[in-house]
T-cell receptor, first 112, second 114 residues
Framework: ETGVTQSPTHLIKTRGQQVTLRCSSQ?????VSWYQQALGQGPQFIFQ???????GRGNFPPRFSGLQFPNYSSELNVNALELDDSALYLC???????????FGQGTRLTVV | AQSVTQLDSQVPVFEEAPVELRCNYS??????LFWYVQYPNQGLQLLLK??????LVESINGFEAEFNKSQTSFHLRKPSVHISDTAEYFC????????????FGTGTRLTVIP
């Protein structure tokens, strides 16, 4: 059984650029959630995907978008990057009705 | 809506001393409760969870937490800490019905002093 894996682990982007982060969910899980963790803060829910459809969204602007693929892996896309988008982005997989989420190691995004 | 308050941002404690990390929550619906631990440059690992049943839950590495509904608290305790317990600890809730996304507190940095 493989765990949740995220890629890349680190990247640096320039303000105004676009970025795509990737997540492979744990085997047997059909739901992927994305969180943003700013430095010194707790993770904030961005959105969740279930069966390739968005299944809930936190208080993030539309330039944060996502995809889920038939194999339940997922992408997080952020357009028009701002300096405040610098954060650790965490992916978590679970069953839709499951109450335990398994997190990846995160992608550290730095916007300069 | 749900919110989680972790009253202490940093807790230094000597090795082998007891520790309590405090967590209070606010919610208009019934919730499940969780503690996650984050080691430097890593993701979150589930430490323990309260879903139902006994209000005292335990982890395999000696931590325990007690759900107190009247005080809306879920404090984390360990009777004797080790150097390896140094990490960031996050309390989180999710609602019992509907979406299962997590609402996190701001975290408590536990530093164990040799």
């Amino acid at each position: 059984e493989t765990g949740v894996t995220q890629s890349p682990t680190h990247l640096i982007k320039t303000r105004g650029q676009q970025v795509t982060l990737r997540c492979s969910s744990q085997s047997g899980h059909n739901t992927v959630s994305w969180y943003q963790q700013a430095l010194g803060q707790g993770p904030q829910f961005i959105f969740q995907y279930y069966r390739e459809e968005e299944n809930g969204r936190g208080n993030f602007p539309p330039r944060f978008s996502g995809l889920q693929f038939p194999n339940y892996s997922s992408e997080l896309n952020v357009n028009a990057l701002e300096l405040d988008d610098s954060a650790l982005y965490l992916c978590a997989s679970s069953q839709l009705q499951g109450r335990e989420a398994f997190f990846g190691q995160g992608t550290r995004l730095t916007v300069v | 809506a749900q919110s989680v308050t972790q009253l202490d941002s940093q807790v230094p404690v000597f090795e082998e001393a007891p520790v309590e990390l405090r967590c209070n929550y606010s919610s208009s619906v019934s919730v499940y409760l969780f503690w996650y631990v984050q080691y430097p440059n890593q993701g979150l690992q589930l430490l323990l969870k309260y879903l139902s049943g006994s209000t005292l839950v335990e982890s395999i590495n000696g931590f325990e937490a007690e759900f107190n509904k009247s005080q809306t608290s879920f404090h984390l305790r360990k009777p004797s800490v080790h150097i390896s317990d140094t990490a960031e600890y996050f309390c989180a809730v999710s609602q019992r019905t509907g979406a299962n996304n997590l609402f996190f507190g701001t975290g408590t940095r536990l530093t164990v002093i040799p």
